[in-house]
């Protein structure tokens, strides 16, 4: 079993940064594809980027590409996401998960442990 706990969200205002921390339970995290998911109000849930089990490969949505970077710290079981550039449409609440496909997946159902979510709020 794994357990992911966020943490990092908040408020800021457009332009702004935040860097989101994801930590995760287990000994078996370096076998683990990470990605992070949004989800506004009265919409579905969306990926954002993903990086694989040995953070050679990242993969990012076209609304963050330039923007947002995904890295992780094996050592210390560790998976973040920096965002710069803010705007008020990545407003949501945000939603570490893991899963063990071999391939790192883009789609929330492929993930199978997820975090309890962190409010990220960008005022204009």
């Known amino acids: 079993q794994v357990q992911l706990v966020e943490f990092g969200g908040g408020l800021v205002q457009t332009g702004g940064s935040l860097r989101l921390s994801c930590a995760a339970s287990?000994?078996?995290?370096?076998?683990?594809?990470m990605g992070w998911f949004r989800q506004a109000p009265e919409k579905e849930r969306e990926f954002v980027a993903a990086?694989?089990?040995?953070?050679?490969?990242?993969y990012n949505t076209d609304s963050v590409k330039g923007r947002f970077t995904i890295s992780r710290d094996n050592a210390k079981n560790t998976v973040y996401l920096q965002m710069n550039s803010l705007k008020p449409d990545d407003t949501g609440v945000y939603y570490c998960?893991?899963?063990?496909?071999?391939?790192?997946?883009?789609?929330?159902?492929?993930?199978?442990?997820w975090g309890q979510g962190t409010q990220v709020t960008v005022s204009s």
């Open positions: 998960a893991a899963t063990r496909s071999v391939v790192t997946p883009i789609t929330p159902n492929r993930y199978a442990y």
């Open positions: 990086i694989n089990k040995i953070g050679l490969n990242t």
């Open positions: 287990g000994r078996d995290f370096s076998t683990l594809g």
